[in-house]
């Protein structure tokens, strides 16, 4: 008789409340950042940020926001179908769109964990083995970081007197992530340490193969969205009565991203990030942040609920596929 498959252990009571007591310190630092302002107006936190929503031109917003959450969720799953079609099976672009929305649909707390079920998705649908397909949403993680960086330091550099002082720091983080980036690349390439074997579990398939123009490759086709939201994000917080040239945001936004990858619901890093960055402003920037981040979230979510019926059906009526690789 087989064994009966071993259940899943649940994470630990610390791990699963860490993003929640990071959520609601951010929520107690904007307060606390809010309060003051709001007192001298002689109104209540709550209302001093309901006279900033209602300042806001929310048809001119959407106008904004939807057009660009759709050409992120187009080039976001071409960089999906990118990677899956280098390191694990080929497969259509169009059969990609499905398997990165209903991704959407669980990013709403966890981005990481999306990008698992990703992985569950096309093992199901394709016969991909599940580890393989991790390995590649690894490697489009570290690409997010390593594009993410240049951005940053290419709008420090042409914006240095324009940013807080404390990005001055990003050329140092950028030879940092170099400096590793070029011992990791050297490392799963087998140019040095070539007796570890380490490097040759499925998890870590994709970096084994991986050339350097395939990062650089990710990284052309991902900052078409970064610049998209450059425009867009200065645009929207111009209507919340904030002025920021595109170059500024050029600077800004790639931090900012980071923080919005820190698990945890309402992308709360995120939206103190603002308030941090522009005190002077606390109630704008913390409206600002909490509808740009969340609203994109959402109607992602709601892209992937378009997608669900062919999802469930690929899934549950549609037998394995064998995975052929690159």
Not at 42 to 58: Q, T
Not at 303 to 324: C, D, H, N, Y
Request: hydrophobic letters at 55%; glycine letters at 6%; charged letters at 10%.
């Amino acid at each position: 008789m087989s064994e009966a498959p071993e259940k899943p252990q649940k994470a630990p009571l610390w791990k699963r409340s860490l993003p929640w007591l990071i959520t609601v310190g951010c929520f107690v630092f904007l307060y606390t950042r809010i309060s003051g302002p709001a007192a001298a107006q002689g109104m209540s936190v709550v209302g001093y940020l309901a006279s900033v929503f209602a300042e806001v031109n929310w048809l001119h917003w959407l106008a904004l926001m939807v057009p660009y959450s759709i050409a992120f969720f187009l080039i976001d799953s071409l960089v999906v179908w990118r990677v899956i079609n280098w390191f694990n099976t080929k497969v259509g672009y169009g059969e990609i769109l499905p398997v990165r929305a209903s991704a959407y649909i669980i990013s709403i707390l966890n981005e990481q964990v999306g990008k698992g079920a990703m992985a569950l998705y096309l093992n199901r649908r394709d016969g991909v083995p599940a580890w393989q397909v991790g390995s590649s949403m690894l490697f489009i993680m570290v690409c997010e970081l390593l594009y993410l960086t240049t951005w940053a330091n290419v709008g420090l550099a042409l914006q240095w007197d324009n940013l807080p002082v404390v990005f001055r720091a990003l050329p140092w983080v950028a030879l940092g992530v170099a400096i590793a980036f070029a011992v990791f690349y050297l490392y799963f390439r087998g140019h040095i340490f070539s007796g570890s074997k380490f490097r040759d579990g499925q998890l870590l398939l994709a970096f084994k193969e991986a050339k350097i123009s395939q990062y650089f490759i990710i990284l052309l086709l991902r900052s078409p969205a970064l610049l998209l939201a450059v425009i867009m994000y200065s645009e929207a917080l111009a209507l919340f009565g904030v002025e920021l040239s595109y170059l500024q945001m050029l600077g800004i936004l790639p931090v900012i991203f980071f923080g919005a990858s820190v698990p945890g619901p309402f992308r709360a890093v995120a939206v103190s990030m603002w308030v941090v960055l522009f005190p002077e402003h606390p109630a704008e920037m913390s409206a600002f942040g909490l509808v740009q981040h969340n609203f994109f979230i959402l109607f992602n979510a709601v892209i992937g609920l378009l997608f669900m019926g062919r999802v469930q059906k690929e899934l549950f009526q549609v037998q394995p596929a064998s995975a052929e690789t690159n």
